[in-house]
């Protein structure tokens, strides 16, 4: 590193003494006139703010393996054409605007940029002010900073016996009941033999070593080519578990992580790992072969506490239920009420029993407690009726509690409504003669307390609602709007992202909520000369928070939802290779509007096509209406930001978006046709 340092300061002062060199040949003075009388002193301009990074920041953690980006801009393209960042020779886009992917090691991380400043002295006389053209030249400057990249999980030596740290930990104290299973994983010395112990409960449970895993890097694997490097792959991960039996119990207890090398007869046979070097000596195994490392758990747990189980109470009305703590959603918008029964808990999360076969997970914060004793509702399901009219059809289901639920939408025409807690005593099912978009509906009851009911349509969903009145749980099937191949009398709400969050910030410094706004009302402009009604949930730069958007498009009976957006990328991730326009959406029944407008997207910007995602966003999970989020183009590429401050280019991404739009209703029209 010193060395690097040092052979980057001769490179620059060889630069100055050419440049000045250089320089020395044109120099004259010039004259300027009035501006009487100050002292004479040589005067520096421009010293500090003639290039700004915009990110990463100065310090920042960034979270990258290899390589990562470095944006921001310089106050004269005209004499920084390119600038050198880390020996990189890097582009200035004309704005000013540049854009680097660099190599990068974990640690703390240095950026040398050098790049050109204007600095130049000027000498007033009594009469006179001389501008010194000698020094008014651009002069190399440089500006460092650092910033912060993880250590990635490294392989352990194998002369070394440790337990680095514990895997997939639980997320904080946990209460396990029996029949539950306790999972744990460590990384430490590869090839030794590791146990782990329960206080109290059991001892030396074996665990085993797995083969070599990679380590897993979201960003670069939705956004970026999916790959992990061959570096990544971890040894020396040791994986265990324990089924509770019944009858023990144990308070506030912990795990006892051990490892240990292995007998001198046994290591024979794992004489090489995989470089060829002997194990055997490398572990010196001989002379410590008594040794044993050994790790308390991070968390701790309780078995068969007596403060289990109970039911809660959700306390608000978009609580979601999920398949671990922080983990993927299993149902989404619990309404207030719903009533589940505790069992466990981890961290701030509660373990709920929906049926013998259904564990979830709830957050406490989400739910209230009831006193023990308490059991959650159990209903029989006797009679279910649809009842239709001009906009919706509803299906009506009598519990005699709150029960949580779940919607799967199973394709365009199919869905599935699971009641937790209710049992079938289904001899009826009524249906509306007058509605003509079910076509069938079957119960089942897939297994003890679990109801299930299947509802085939005649056309493609357009969207649907989920609610209790009283105890009575209606599933509400939108229909699509009249007249619905032309965009006339179409109620669509355009969400321009971000307000006082500004989002992602381009190289010069222009903001997504600026951009997002921009082409947001463009958008406006061109769906209400097609007759359309729109409603903006900003129409300036307002703040709104986000979850109160998807309630503004719900409160306005939305038959369309549009969230502009442009994009940034993960730290670690190439822009130069990862770019251009993409859409989003989450509900199967707004798959074909993304689809289309995707198509007419990259047809009208011209951008690389960033692809179609499915994509776990706040404002596309209403289950209302079709809503997408479009990310038309890059804030931190230069070119793209460039694009998106010129109205030609807002222009152009409207007409693709209203034509994406038009193409979706006509496709609707006639695939729905009957
Ligand atoms: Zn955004």
């Not at 149902?331 to 466990?344: C, D, K, L, N, W």
């Not at 009249?482 to 010069?508: F, Y």
């Not at 549009?562 to 989450?586: K, Q, W």
């Not at 009208?604 to 809503?627: C, E, F, I, M």
Request: with cysteine; hydrophobic share 35%; glycine share 6%.
């Amino acid at each position: 590193m010193k060395n690097i340092l040092r052979n980057r300061l001769l490179t620059i002062l060889i630069l100055v003494l050419i440049s000045s060199t250089t320089q020395a040949e044109d120099s004259s003075k010039i004259i300027i006139p009035d501006n009487i009388g100050v002292e004479l002193k040589p005067v520096s301009f421009f010293a500090e703010n003639d290039i700004e990074i915009i990110y990463p920041k100065d310090s920042q953690l960034v979270r990258a393996i290899d390589s990562t980006f470095i944006l921001g801009n310089v106050k004269y393209p005209n004499v920084n054409q390119y600038i050198i960042i880390n020996d990189v020779k890097v582009k200035v886009h004309e704005d000013g605007g540049f854009l680097a992917y660099l190599p990068v090691v974990s640690g703390m991380f240095t950026f040398l940029i050098e790049y050109n400043s204007f600095d130049f002295y000027y000498v007033q006389t009594r009469s006179h002010v001389y501008i010194n053209k000698e020094d008014k030249k651009p002069g190399l400057k440089f500006r460092n900073f650092t910033v912060q990249i993880p250590e990635p999980l490294t392989p352990i030596p194998y002369d070394s016996l440790v337990i680095v740290k514990e895997i997939n930990r639980p997320s904080g104290y946990l209460n396990l009941n029996s029949g539950d299973r306790i999972q744990v994983s460590f990384q430490g010395t590869p090839n030794c033999i590791a146990t782990f112990s329960i206080q109290g409960i059991a001892d030396s449970i074996a665990m085993a070593e797995t083969s070599p895993c990679p380590q897993p890097y979201w960003g670069e694997s939705v956004f970026g080519v999916g790959a992990v490097p061959d570096s990544l792959l971890l040894r020396g991960i040791y994986t265990g578990y324990y089924d509770i039996p019944l009858g023990v119990q144990a308070d506030s207890i912990q795990l006892i992580y051990m490892l240990k090398y292995r007998p001198i007869d046994s290591l024979r046979e794992h004489l090489l790992d995989s470089t060829g070097t002997s194990v055997l000596s490398m572990h010196k195994a001989d002379e410590r072969k008594d040794d044993t490392a050994t790790m308390k758990s991070s968390y701790k747990l309780s078995i068969n506490s007596n403060e289990f189980p109970f039911t809660v109470r959700f306390k608000d009305s978009v609580q979601t239920i999920r398949h671990g703590a922080r983990k993927g959603y299993f149902s989404i918008f619990q309404p207030e009420g719903v009533e589940a029964f505790v069992t466990g808990s981890e961290g701030d999360w509660y373990i709920a029993e929906l049926t013998k076969n259904h564990k979830a997970f709830i957050n406490k914060h989400s739910v209230e407690k009831l006193p023990q004793g308490i059991l959650p509702p159990h209903s029989y399901l006797t009679v279910i009726r649809t009842k239709g009219s001009d906009d919706n059809v509803k299906i009506e289901f009598p519990l005699s509690g709150k029960h949580p639920f779940k919607i799967i939408q199973e394709d365009k025409r199919t869905l599935k409504v699971q009641l937790f807690g209710v049992t079938t005593d289904t001899d009826w099912i009524r249906y509306d003669f007058s509605d003509k978009l079910i076509d069938i509906a079957t119960w089942s009851q897939p297994s003890e307390k679990l109801y299930e009911l299947k509802i085939k349509l005649t056309k493609d969903l357009w969207g649907y609602d989920s609610y209790y009145e009283g105890n009575t749980f209606y599933l509400k099937l939108n229909k699509a709007p009249s007249n619905v191949k032309k965009l006339k009398n179409k109620i669509i709400v355009i969400d321009p992202g971000h307000s006082s969050d500004k989002g992602s910030v381009g190289p010069t410094g222009y903001t997504e909520a600026e951009a997002n706004l921009g082409i947001s009302l463009e958008l406006r402009k061109q769906l209400e000369s097609k007759g359309a009604t729109v409603l903006m949930t900003r129409d300036d730069n307002s703040n709104v928070d986000l979850y109160d958007r998807p309630s503004i498009a719900k409160a306005a009976n939305a038959d369309l939802f549009i969230s502009m957006h442009n994009n940034a990328l993960p730290d670690g991730v190439n822009p130069f290779t990862h770019n251009g326009s993409s859409t989003y959406y989450y509900h199967p029944h707004s798959i074909n509007l993304a689809k289309n407008i995707q198509a007419e997207l990259t047809k009208a910007t011209k951008l690389s096509d960033y692809g179609l995602y499915h994509g776990n966003l706040a404002v596309n999970r209403p289950t209302q209406y079709p809503a997408v989020l479009i990310e038309s183009a890059f804030m931190i590429i230069p070119e793209q930001e460039a694009l998106l401050k010129t109205k030609k280019f807002r222009k152009k991404v409207a007409k693709g978006i209203v034509k994406g739009i038009e193409n979706f209703l006509k496709e609707y029209e006639k695939s729905n046709r009957k």
